[in-house]
């Protein structure tokens, strides 16, 4: 799949904190929770918005709280709900998977589809500066599977773009997070070879998304890394 033949994907799974009007007694009083990272990845939906409009590629958002159904993990896994959803009943977490994740996987699947000569799927994501009261100091990281070798060098080939234009260190690869860890990506890597689908994960630091300046800086270094596939 040469970068002629590609066509770009944005996506975003924790868009927003939105909880339906359904699931607010669920949620009473956890008004600070869902505005915290937590609750959803601030930022990321603006940063995705941008990149789709001046790249004229399509965006897939989900803006429903995570803390509801988690759209960056398969339907399988323990993790796609919260400890708010895991205690309901299984025909309630069905209901849930059906209403606010499936919709999501399908859309991205049927770009995908749509799109014979390839597919670079770019998931955009946030992360916040301090975990668990460690510092996570790097501006921008780009989640990629390793034994995946193109996805593998266009991670190195943007790494090395935005380094060159950004200070020492401020690039990561394969964090904060691993890239070949559960998630829309990872599965969308079981469904097509590597000729098809190319899936990689942007992580931006929310400390530099809330700086004007600094966000405006990024996101046109990544908008001309991203043009060379787009």
Request: charged letters at 25%; aromatic letters at 6%; one cysteine or more.
């Amino acid at each position: 799949m040469s970068a002629p033949e590609r066509r770009l994907l944005l996506s975003c799974e924790h868009g927003g904190n939105r909880v339906p009007p359904a699931w607010r007694a669920l949620f009473a009083g956890r008004e600070a929770l869902l505005r915290s990272h937590r609750g959803w990845d601030p930022g990321a939906l603006a940063a995705a918005r941008s990149l789709a409009h001046a790249l004229a590629a399509p965006l897939i958002a989900a803006t429903t709280t995570r803390l509801l159904v988690d759209p960056n993990r398969s339907p399988h896994n323990p993790a796609v709900f919260s400890a708010f959803t895991r205690p309901l009943d299984r025909e309630t977490r069905e209901a849930l998977l059906a209403r606010h994740h499936r919709p999501h996987w399908e859309r991205v699947r049927a770009v995908i589809a749509a799109q014979p000569g390839g597919t670079l799927h770019v998931a955009v994501h946030s992360f916040t500066p301090v975990l668990a009261g460690r510092r996570r100091g790097f501006a921008v990281g780009i989640l990629y599977d390793p034994k995946r070798r193109r996805e593998r060098e266009l991670a190195i080939t943007w790494q090395r773009a935005l380094a060159a234009e950004l200070p020492r260190g401020a690039v990561r690869r394969n964090a904060p997070y691993r890239g070949d860890s559960d998630g829309l990506t990872t599965a969308m890597r079981r469904e097509h070879s590597p000729r098809r689908y190319l899936g990689l994960e942007l992580e931006l630091n929310q400390s530099v998304l809330k700086s004007a300046p600094q966000r405006r800086a990024l996101l046109r270094l990544l908008r001309r890394a991203l043009s060379t596939v787009s």
